[in-house]
């Protein structure tokens, strides 16, 4: 706070004022007809992205990619994967996008390549320079130089007859890790990253970036823990200086960065933003790891009920804990997770109005809000048999992981686990209108439409006025023309209500008041809210919400924003 009477005004930025869109390619939009979503087929949906008024496109990784993992693991940095399109096509899309105000980010994909990159390949034969661009480690066969434990289940170690030796994979074995310790792999980096800075790029996702510092000697993890070795893996001792670095690479540009960082606490968030190591925000994914079991996400006695006060002391947490010290990323879903309003909300009978109280909670908080393509449509988890149809190497190789540990006998045992977690139900392709493969391609889809499209697609909710879509619309469109939504301070009523969410968004002497019936019943506010008889309703998803909210019966997933 500044003294003297002068209030400091809110520390602007364009990227605080955004509103993003994450695009997940391969189930975006197909345009050449193969069934895997393209470049070209962005390209013409950029007039929707612009209808709806999203301000900022994030786009999974496109690069040259054997695609194991969908193209987190990339074969050359430099290079358009043939089957999303071409450099060209790449180029016209950023033009289209850059034509109507929207801007485009990349994702940064630097903890690992794959074992295709030419990298890997020279590094496996030894040839000089390359010999330690990863993480090799002698010793035994069949015993791996420590006990860390890969996220997608099985050691995070493989052996390679080639050189004979052990590399280090925190995921898919086709993806080692880069070791960072060595100075030539941080050249090579930062020479990409300047290379796409200068296509004109607005800024990088930074996918799994907190795990690019191993400690020397590569440590036993506690064997009790949920992901063995997390502890030594996780914003291990260089990690401060590494993104630095690539903070130092971005200065001279004006360009966002969003640092994926699970597993980090407000705390060290706060050292790694603004005045810290000058990251833009990051995502953490405390509130994403309410519903997982005792033993974490693939724990058999899971998934838990997300309980309403324990999320609203999370979100809080990040809130106030970045408050004048950092800023928030604010999301729900992603690629990775399942479909917000099945997870969050409730995808049945109450699919519109939760779906709607969750755009509210998403646009309304202190931080840049993203939303994952299809959210806005209220697009569902699918149903899965089993393994039958499931393509996430993530999901396969944990219940692989399952069985081998001896927690289930089959994979049976896990249909819930695989029907709650899996990332592909976030990968279905989007539905785009009620024609075959609901418009999505006019082949056949490499991954199975939803079967609910005729119900739930853009071309039904674009056509009525009280849709999901529209609702996110009109909420874009609101915190665009409301500074208090963008820089007002957050402050939570009624923390242990099990079903109202209600906080206030302050600025100079303007409040907002944003009232959430996170429940499927209809709930009477007994406790206090600010001011309430003296506020304007601004806007709410039932047509009819005109009471203040003090006293007031809220209706099923009832969301509702008041001014002062
Ligand atoms: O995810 C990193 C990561 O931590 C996830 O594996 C997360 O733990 C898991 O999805 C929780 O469900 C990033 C990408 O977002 C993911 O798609 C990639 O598979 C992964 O990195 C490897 O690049």
């Given at each position: 706070m500044t003294s003297g009477g002068a209030r400091a005004g809110p520390d602007r930025s364009w990227w605080k004022e955004a509103v993003v869109y994450q695009i997940y390619p391969r189930s975006f939009n197909d345009a050449d007809g193969d069934g895997i979503g393209d470049l070209r087929g962005i390209t013409e949906r950029v007039d929707y992205l612009d209808d709806l008024g999203v301000d900022v496109v994030w786009l999974c990784p496109v690069y040259d990619s054997p695609q194991a993992d969908n193209g987190y693991d990339v074969r050359d940095y430099r290079a358009i994967d043939p089957e999303f399109g071409t450099m060209t096509q790449w180029e016209t899309l950023r033009s289209a996008l850059h034509d109507r105000d929207i801007r485009l980010v990349m994702d940064l994909v630097v903890n690992h390549t794959s074992s295709e990159h030419e990298w890997f390949q020279r590094s496996r034969r030894e040839e000089a320079e390359y010999a330690g661009y990863y993480h090799w480690h002698d010793g035994d066969p069949d015993d791996p130089p420590n006990n860390w434990q890969s996220f997608f289940g099985g050691p995070a170690w493989s052996y390679d007859e080639t050189r004979g030796e052990w590399y280090l994979h925190l995921f898919h074995e086709n993806q080692p890790d880069l070791n960072w310790r060595n100075p030539r792999v941080r050249e090579s980096i930062t020479e990409m990253i300047e290379w796409w800075l200068e296509k004109e790029i607005d800024g990088f996702r930074m996918d799994a970036v907190n795990l690019l510092s191993k400690p020397g000697g590569y440590p036993d993890g506690d064997p009790d823990t949920d992901l063995v070795g997390a502890s030594h893996f996780?914003?291990?001792?260089?990690l401060e200086e590494y993104l630095r670095e690539i903070v130092e690479t971005l200065s001279g540009y004006d360009v966002m960065t969003v640092a994926e960082m699970s597993n980090t606490d407000v705390d060290t968030a706060a050292d790694y933003l603004g005045d810290g190591v000058g990251l833009g925000m990051l995502f953490q994914s405390a509130h994403l790891e309410?519903?997982?079991g005792p033993d974490g996400?693939?724990?058999?006695?899971?998934p838990d009920e997300i309980d309403l006060p324990a999320f609203k002391r999370v979100i809080g947490r990040w809130q106030t804990g970045l408050q004048n010290r950092g800023w928030n990323a604010v999301f729900l879903g992603n690629h990775d997770q399942p479909r917000i309003v099945s997870r969050f909300g409730d995808d049945g009978k109450d699919r519109r109005e939760s779906a709607t109280l969750l755009a509210t909670f998403l646009l309304t908080l202190s931080g840049t809000p993203y939303i994952y393509q299809g959210d806005e449509i209220g697009m569902t988890n699918e149903e899965f048999d089993g393994l039958d149809g499931i393509d996430d190497i993530g999901t396969i190789g944990a219940v692989e992981e399952l069985i081998d540990r001896g927690r289930?006998?089959?994979v049976a045992e896990a249909e819930h686990l695989i029907n709650y977690w899996s990332r592909d139900h976030a990968r279905t392709p989007m539905q785009w209108s009620d024609d075959a493969h609901a418009g999505f391609t006019?082949?056949?889809?490499?991954f199975p439409v939803n079967d609910n499209y005729r119900a739930i697609n853009v071309d039904r909710e674009r056509g009525?006025?009280?849709?999901i879509w529209q609702y996110y619309r009109r909420l874009i469109d609101l915190r665009h023309r409301h500074d208090i939504l963008v820089y007002g301070e957050y402050e939570l009523y009624l923390p242990d209500h099990p079903d109202i969410y209600a906080y206030t968004r302050t600025l100079e002497d303007d409040r907002a008041l944003v009232v959430l019936n996170w429940a499927e019943t209809a709930t009477e506010i007994e406790g206090p809210l600010p001011e309430a008889e003296s506020m304007d309703l601004v806007t709410s998803n039932y047509d009819d919400t005109a009471t203040p909210p003090h006293g007031a019966v809220f209706r099923p997933y009832e969301a509702a924003v008041y001014w002062a």
């Open positions: 996780f914003n291990g001792p260089r309410l519903d997982t996400l693939w724990d058999p006695n899971g289930i006998d089959a006019d082949g056949e889809p490499w009525h006025e009280d849709s």
